[in-house]
Nanobody, 119 residues
């Protein structure tokens, strides 16, 4: 089973940028796609972005399209989320997932990293 570890969260001001990382280890040959999700306090977890591991095709939630960029380094087994023009509504715990499905189930989840955007 893939083990995932996120990093890069923090406290920033509106308009700032932040880059999250997710390192995958163990069973990485089974990864078809990876995604970023987030969960704000008292809210349900929501999809942010996804990348197909081999060909790099990406999809984004409308709320982050044009501001966030998902990428991966296959050689290092690392996925990134570059977040620009951050807004207070981006405040949430961000989680990476291996092989996420539309029903919200994934093969593996990271422990999460908190992003807080002050106005």
């Amino acid at each position: 089973q893939v083990h995932l570890m996120e990093s890069g969260g923090g406290l920033v001001q509106a308009g700032d940028s932040l880059t999250l990382s997710c390192v995958a280890s163990g069973g990485t040959f089974d990864i078809d796609r990876m995604g970023w999700f987030r969960q704000a306090e008292d809210e349900e977890r929501e999809f942010v972005a996804q990348i197909l591991w081999r060909n790099g095709l990406t999809i984004y939630a409308n709320s982050v399209k044009g501001r966030f960029t998902i990428s991966r380094d296959i050689a290092k087994n690392v996925m990134y989320l570059q977040m620009n023009s951050l807004k207070p509504e981006d405040t949430a715990a961000y989680y990476c997932a291996a092989n996420p499905r539309t029903d919200g189930v994934a093969d593996s989840w990271g422990q999460g990293t908190q992003v807080t955007v002050s106005s």
